[in-house]
């Protein structure tokens, strides 16, 4: 299975690492050439991007060793889990909703993708059709009625 998410990672990784590898040492490089380091701001400000990049690079690892391990075999047919699709009632307002659960890396609420980690998300986690859940958000509690899903699974 294709997963867009590792492709996302990967590229990232790609882009930083030639940064670090390449473009950055170029930099230090010619702000080493321009003398007096301690008042350099040109090497101030690499060094700095070359710190940020070199952590970026490490959560990325590991965000990348995470989301590799994801057992699709393990994720629910007939409940609301990562990669899942639901059509919500909003109890209390009378209108429906679609949402995505995907990991956060890809949570886009104006795309109607919310994260596993949500308070939506997870108050919808391990739901099924029929099932309803009361979300404890920012605005409120909300009652959410699950209407009709379709999981990983019916995607693939």
């Not at 990672?9 to 702000?31: F, G, M, S, T, Y």
């Not at 690079?57 to 990669?83: C, E, T």
């Not at 994260?115 to 997870?122: C, Q």
């Amino acid at each position: 299975m294709s997963n867009p998410l590792l492709k996302k990672l990967e590229d990232e990784i790609r882009v930083l690492e030639r940064e670090l590898n390449h473009e950055l040492p170029a930099e230090l490089k010619k702000a080493v050439a321009h003398g007096d380091l301690s008042e350099n701001a040109e090497y101030t400000a690499a060094r700095e991007r070359q710190d940020y990049v070199r952590a970026r690079l490490g959560q990325l690892a590991k965000r990348l060793s995470d989301v590799s391990l994801i057992n699709y075999n393990n994720i629910p047919r007939d409940r609301v889990s990562f990669g899942s699709k639901v059509l919500l009632l909003d109890v209390d307002q009378g209108i429906e909703i679609e949402y995505q659960i995907v990991v956060s890396e890809e949570a886009d609420v104006s795309q109607g993708k919310i994260s596993t980690s949500s308070p939506v998300g997870r108050g919808l986690l391990g739901k099924q059709v029929g099932d309803t859940a009361t979300v404890q958000t920012p605005s409120g509690k909300k009652e959410f009625e699950v209407l009709k899903l379709s999981t990983i699974h019916d995607t693939v």
